[in-house]
């Protein structure tokens, strides 16, 4: 597992253009030592997916700040299952109210970050949480 | 009595000193002291009366005591009549001009039945596809007397053409119609993110509805050159303030290039700063800012008339700013940042609500945040009397250092050939998501503060009450949209954008048709698709 550094997506779903933390997650990502591809904004569920898939990452992590949260990630969740794979890790991050978050994590969401989370404690949490697909 | 050196070397070195870095939330680092010897240039030329050029003091000869600043809650969510009520509410409760936030889908340029639509209907505000979403969006409201603010950039030219339409119909003459439309399509790409085409077709679209509104409708500010996001994307006060005015030359320079007279419109462009938690930074470059643009109107683009030198604006406390633990500690930051704001002497100002980091704000919310402006206007007394920081050796010293400093940023876009060409190398938005990046760690590593959350945080904490958009209100919404599809005349449709796409092609102004499009009700997404198809789709770079 050591020697291969683990690949993360980074991902921006929805029309809005809140950025900040998704690029700021990428940049300590990035430094913490894993790889990072970014999709940049105004991803659909399936640009997501498919982004996915041909990087071959291992985990995806999306950031929300526009309310459609509830929408978005079921529908990543179930893409990649369509995709064959299920075995990527999505967390996330942004605005999303606890009850929200408890639903999602029902739905296979892994983990929620909410504002006020370091990038410290999302870097270790993808060390300890994500592992290489095989 | 010690010079000021001497007094650092030996009265202020033998006192304590905490051991924390002394620097403003932008990280520019203060000294203990400013002195008489802090401050240059002389009275006249560096701030000169209010109502006097170049305007550090204010912009109006008497300031808040001739009239207080405009006080402008942004409001949008939901189905049209529901923000509507909130504007009747507003109203009622002694706000004294509109100001409209619509949902994602209206301000991307896509209709409620859109595909990517999915999810974000009426979601961060109100829902407008149609010249029908309009006319309720505004029922009952005196477009003669009431002033609009639209936050709306690439689909801006729909919107207020669909406003105006309204106006036409309630038989309000167009000069007549009082307003703001945000429109400011480069901090889009250097901020907000929301964009249809790449930055040159998306400045045209902007000279041509500064262009319509200097002829039609003269009471309308066709751009509100926009800070307020450069700094929610992370920026520093001083990347802020560079960045905005550096537009601001792109927007006065293309419009001159068509020969427009600088005097013509340049009196109605209108600005809009962010006020963040740093006081004394805040005051200060509010300061800087009305006396950078004064000279540059003046010196750079020989304005004559003091008008077209005047930077008036609105402001909005920083979002960003807030916290969503312990939230009530936001009423005490917005309280903070929007007196800076007042003694920076902003024309208008929206205060946040304590929730709105967690959800739209609830009525009660946006009331206190009203009854903020209102204690500070008619309470404190910091209105009695006009720029009450003036000749303060620190904030003089630090509207000359942040003066200063802009200026040398801009310096270096006009090297790069003005800010179209430094958006396209990304120069602006990699200097913002550094500062960003460096703002984070300074959080992390507790060199900055936020109360409640790296500092003083509690475990256990009280939720407070949010508004909850109901998700059946998306597909009332797109019914609605299909229903109207359906039914209204589809030739008459086609014809009108085909008569867009004209103008795309021939560079004639594109107001009239938009116009004509609204009328023979074409909706936002319609409009938008004629832009895509003719001046090419933006995607985002996703530079980190």
Known sequence: MADKRLRILVAKPGLDGHDRGAKIIARALRDGGFEVVYTGLHQTPEMIAEAAVQEDVDAVGLSILSGAHMTLFPEVIKLLKERGAADVAVFGGGIIPDEDAVKLKEMGVREIFTPGASTEDIVKWVRENVQARQ | ?544
Request: glycine share 6%; charged share 25%; aromatic share 8%.
């Open chain 2, 1 to 544: 009595m010690s010079s000021k050196r001497e007094w650092l070397e030996t009265t202020y070195k033998q006192a304590s000193e905490r051991p924390v870095r002394f620097s403003t939330i932008s990280d520019m680092e203060l000294e203990p002291l400013y002195t008489p010897d802090d401050v240059g240039g002389s009275y006249d030329d560096a701030l000169a009366n209010p109502g006097e050029y170049p305007y550090t003091r204010g912009v109006y000869g008497s300031m808040y005591r001739g009239r207080l600043w405009t006080m402008r809650q942004f409001a949008g969510f939901g189905l049209a009549e529901d923000t509507n009520a909130r504007f009747h509410y507003l109203l009622s409760q002694g706000q004294d001009g509109l100001s409209t936030a619509f949902d994602m889908p209206t301000l991307m340029g896509y209709d409620a039945d859109h595909e990517r639509a999915k999810g974000e209907v009426g979601r961060e505000g109100v829902s407008v596809t149609s010249i029908h979403d309009m006319v309720r969006l505004f029922d009952r409201i005196p477009l003669d007397r009431v002033t609009t603010s639209m936050t709306v950039n690439c689909s801006a030219s729909v919107l207020l053409a669909m406003y105006l339409v309204v106006a036409e119909r309630n038989g309000v003459p167009w000069d007549r119609v009082g307003g703001t439309i945000q429109n400011d399509m480069l901090k889009e790409f250097i901020a907000q993110k929301e964009w249809i085409c790449p930055p040159q077709p998306s400045l045209r679209v902007v000279t041509d509805m500064i262009e319509f509104c200097a002829r039609k409708v003269p009471r309308w500010h066709a751009v509100s050159i926009s800070g307020y996001h450069i700094r929610e994307a992370g920026s520093t006060a001083v990347q802020e303030l560079a960045f905005t005015i550096a537009d601001g030359i792109c927007y006065v320079e293309d419009a001159v290039k068509r020969g427009i007279p600088v005097d013509d419109f340049a009196p109605r462009l209108s600005f809009f700063w962010n006020i963040h938690n740093d006081f004394l930074e805040e005051v200060a470059k509010l300061r800087a800012a009305r006396r950078m643009w004064a000279r540059i109107m003046k010196e750079r683009f020989g304005a004559r008339n003091p008008r077209s030198m005047m930077l008036r604006t609105h402001a909005q406390t920083a979002g960003a700013s807030l916290t969503a633990q312990q939230p009530v500690n936001n009423v005490v930051r917005v309280a903070l940042q929007a007196l800076a704001g007042v003694f920076g002497g902003v024309q208008s100002l929206h205060t946040n609500s304590m929730d709105e980091t967690l959800a739209l704000p609830t009525e009660q919310a946006v009331t206190v945040a009203l009854r903020t402006q209102q204690i500070i206007a008619e309470e404190t007394g910091v209105t009695n009397t006009i720029d009450p920081f003036g000749g303060s050796y620190a904030i003089e010293a630090l509207t000359d250092r942040i003066e200063r400093e802009a200026t040398e940023y801009i310096r270096r876009i006009d090297e790069m050939g003005g800010m179209i060409k430094a958006i396209e190398t990304g120069y602006p938005q990699r200097e913002i998501a550094e500062a960003a990046f460096h703002y984070q760690r300074q959080l992390e590593q507790g060199i900055k503060t936020i109360v409640g959350v790296n500092k003083y945080s509690t475990p256990e904490e009280l939720p407070i009450d949010t508004l909850k958009i109901d998700p059946a209100i998306e597909e009332r919404q797109v019914q609605r949209v299909r229903k109207i599809k359906r039914e209204r005349n589809s030739v008459a449709v086609r014809e009108a954008l085909a008569r867009v796409s004209e103008a795309c092609r021939s560079g004639e102004n594109l107001m009239e048709p938009i116009l004509e499009a609204v009328r023979r009700e074409a909706t936002v997404g319609e409009i938008s698709d004629v832009f895509r198809a003719e001046f090419g789709v933006y995607r985002d770079p996703g530079w980190i």
